[in-house]
Structures are given as C-alpha cells and as structure tokens.
C-alpha cells in the first residue's frame, strides 16, 4: 500500500481544518443563519398582516360603532317622530276622559323612546355638519313639542276654531321643519355611512392586496433559502453519499468533488478522498496478494504434481526393473552352476532370455530418458529434424520388435516403391514406433497378429499400427496417453505408464495427431498423421547394416 501518499493526504486533512475552524463560514453558521432569516420573516410578516387586519377592523369598527348606531338611532327618530302627529291628531278628537288618557299614554311613550333614541345619537361621535343638523332638528322638534303641548292644555271651551288653527298650522310647520331636518340628517349619515362602508371594502381589497404581495414575497424568501440550502448544502451531501456508495462497491475510479471547500463537506469531500486513495491501494494490495496466491497455488500444484510423478516413478521403476533384473539374475545364476551340463540349445535360449529382458529394462530407460527429456527438459537440445523415409524407419523398428520377442507375428504390407517423407528426428520416431509396437506385442495373446502400415494420403503421411489384443475401456481412452496412467485391465501386466504419454509428445513435436480407436477384449488401433514432405536428395537412413540385411525383397519384413 502507498502509506505515504495517505499519510501526506492526511496531514494535508488535518491542515485544512484548522482556517475552517477559525475563520470560514461553516455549514452549521450558515444554516443558523437561514433559520434566523425565516424566523424573523415570520414575525415581518405576522406584524404585516396584524397591521392589515388592525387597519380593516378601524374601518369596520367606524362602522359598527357609529354608523350602524346612528343609523339604528335616526331610524327610531324617523318611525316615532312619525308617529306622534297621529297620536296628537287622535288626542284632539277624544271625547271622554279614557280616550284622553289613552292617548296621551302613546304620546308620553312616544317621548320616551324619541329621548331615548335621541340620547342614543347624542352619545355618538359625529362631525360639525351633522351636529349642527342634529341641533337644529332637536330644536325644531322641542319648537313642535312645545305647541302640541301648549294647545293641549287649552281648555276645549276657551279654544275657538281659528285659534285653535293657527295652533294646528304652528305645529304642522314645527314638525315639518323637524321632519325635513331629520331627512336631511338621515341622508347625511346614510351618505357618510356609505363612505364608511367604501372606505371599508376599500382598507379590505387593500389589506388583502398587502397580505398576498407578503406572502409572494415570503414564498420567494423561502424558495431562495431553500435553493441555497440545496445547491449549497444538500446536494453536495448527496452527491458525496451517492459517490461513497460507489465506492463501497469497489468502483475505485471515482472522482471526490468539494475538497477545496473550507466547511464541514470539504472535510467529508477530503475525508471521501483518503478513504478511496486508501480503497485504491487496498485493491491494489489485494490484487497483489490474489496473484501471489494464484502463484503460490500454481506452484503448490505443480509441486504436488512433481511429488505425485515422483512416487509414481519409484513405484514403477521398483517394480519394472526389479522384475527384468530377477530373471536376469536367475538365468545367470543356472549358466554359472550348471554350466558344463548345459546343451547349446538351453545356453542360446537362456541367453535370449537375457537379451530380451536387457532389451525390455533398455526400452524401458529410453523411455523415461526421453519422456523426461521431451516433457519437463528443453526440447531443442534433443530435437534435430531431418528429412526422413518413415517407411524404412517402420520396417526396422517391426525388426528390432521381432528380435526382442521372436514369438510375435509383425506384418507390415506397404508399397515399397512409394517413399514416404517426412522432415523430423529419427530416432524420436523410431522410439515412437517401437513404444507402439511394444505395447501392441504386450497387451496381445501369444503369437496375436499385429499390423503395421504406412501409406501417403494427400499431404499427410497416416502410420496405423493394430493389435487384437485386450483392448482399452471406454472410461480409459480419454486418459491413456496421461504420463504414468494406465488403463484398469493392464494389472498384471508390466509396464511403466509413459509409452503412450512420449509417443503423443513426439507426434505433437512433428506438428502431427494421433488417435486410438479400441474396443475392449478385441484390439485396437493406433492412427497417427504426420505432415509429408518433399523429397530431397539427401536422406537420413532408417537404420544401421543389420537392418538393411535383414530386407527382403520389397524392403520390409514379412510375417515370421
């Protein structure tokens, strides 16, 4: 991990929190300050609208307490002084006592509720134009009540007609006077109450014109304060959140906004930034540590590979030479005791005895040599292409066969004028034939006919070398050119597990295939495709003098 760089990232964290701490606007002081502005937009626009509603109520309450008051109070005046020329008409026409009693009962009720409403009127604050009406009509009506009630107290006798007219007429231009004072005094305070209820309506639209153009504005604060709590405060927040979620999902390659800001989101932004610098050489590390580990779990395998081959390898070449060496032994041990008494035909056919199984441990030695040599050793020291005749290189390797075990039948019908070349290493190829045929003599019956052929098909050149031996099981012919691994009918049956694996070596070496084709209890066969070449005129031979002694007349061995 890159501990400096976090370190010094660190150390420049804790540097920067020191300006913010004594001079920078933090978050939480401008948040403070936001909610101080909103509180005292509050109590701006609760005394905004208390100043409205107080000026709609001084409207309202001219209304209530004078207008409607006069109003109700001229009403009165207007329906008893309009009653009581009536009530004074009727006292004039009563003829008995009771009527008149009556009468002036109504009239006596009549004063009481006109000096009520008066008194009413009295009590209400008015202007001078309707103060100086509400004298003259006060004084008018006094004027009339004074002559109804001055012709009431003549005496019928004493009254003659016309005095009793001029008294009539007094009276009726006394109240008239009054009622025209009173109308005018009523249409004065109608008209002002209009007013009033205008210059209401009129404080209303304006109080709720204010109470909206505040609550625009208020809205527009508001809006403001929380755009700038948005841009300033929330979506920083949640950018960063959305950028940690990110990086908690291993996504290292984010980039961390905010860090040079001087409040508490710079600290997280930089806070965000050690911690993904820190996940960055987390990953790295444990990149590191997962390779190491892969190497370490390759090497493992390979080591336990190695052991496994190792024991394998001990396990066969325990058994595998031991057998070869104890009839070696045997035989040796009879030609010493018993040597005088031996016949020639008995020291030849022990002496056989002898070669075939040197031949057998020999086999045996070349393939490990090579099998070790082609799989785990560099292949150029031992691989030296030339152009080669596969066809004499196959006869002689079925020779070599038929020596090494007499009583095996070899057939190898091929074409001896067709020459088969091919541009590889002789003596890899002929291990990879004598692997082939050696097995081929093993897993078949004592005298069992093997075939072995060459024969050029277009641009390859296909070997087929066949048995009727004892075959491979289906569950083994995926695995029998493994090194060491040996198919699960060949016990007791020496062999060592590494024919197969070299011969497959040496074909993929010559940039060829093999294939088997086997049925169990019945043989198998062995196709090999190796690529042609041309023919030049130099050519490696097949074998040494022996072999080519041995030739008959097309080149190759007949079956023995």
Partial sequence: MRRGSAADLANRVASMKKPLMRGACSIRVRLSLVFLFLFLLVIVLGLEALSSLSYVNDAAAQIRIRWLPSTRALGDLNNLTTDFPAAAAALGRARSASERATVLRQMSELDGGIAAAELAYRQIRHDATEEALYRRFESKWHEYRNIVDGGQSLPAKDSSHASRGLQQQASQAAYGAANGLLGMLTDCNESSAREASESSERAYGQARARIVLTILLAGLLVASAMVHVTRSVSAPLADLATRMHRLALSETGVDVCGTRRHDEIGEMARAVLVFRNNALDLARSRQTLASQASMLKDKLAEE??????????????????????????????????????????????????????????????????????????????????????????????????????????????????????????????????????????????????????????????????????????????????????????????????VGLSLVKAIVELHKGAISVDSTEGEGSRFTLRLPAAPALGSVRPAADDDAALARNDDGCLSAK
Avoid: W
């Fill in 304 to 497: 336990q590979r190695l052991t496994q081959l190792q024991r394998n390898f001990v396990s066969m070449a325990s058994h595998e030479f031991r057998t070869p060496l104890a009839i070696i032994d045997g035989h040796t041990q009879r030609l010493i005791s018993m040597g005088n008494r031996l016949t020639m035909d008995e020291l030849i056919r022990r002496a056989r005895k002898v070669r075939t199984m040197v031949g057998r441990m020999t086999q045996l030695i070349d393939n490990l040599i090579g099998s070790a040599r082609l799989i785990d050793g560099p292949i150029e020291l031992y691989y030296h292409p030339t152009q080669v005749e596969l066809r004499s290189l196959l006869c002689a390797s079925c020779r070599l066969q038929r020596e090494l075990t007499p009583d095996a039948q070899i057939q190898e019908p091929m074409d001896a004028a067709q020459r088969l070349m091919v541009y590889g290493d002789a003596s890899l190829l002929s291990q990879l034939f004598s692997n082939l045929l050696s097995n081929a003599v093993k897993y078949s019956p004592e005298s069992g006919l093997i075939e072995a052929g060459a024969a050029l098909k277009g641009a390859e050149i296909v070997v087929s070398i066949r048995d009727h031996g004892i075959g491979i099981p289906e569950a083994d012919r995926e695995r029998v050119f493994e090194r060491y691994y040996r198919a699960s009918n060949t016990s007791g049956i020496a062999g060592s597990g």
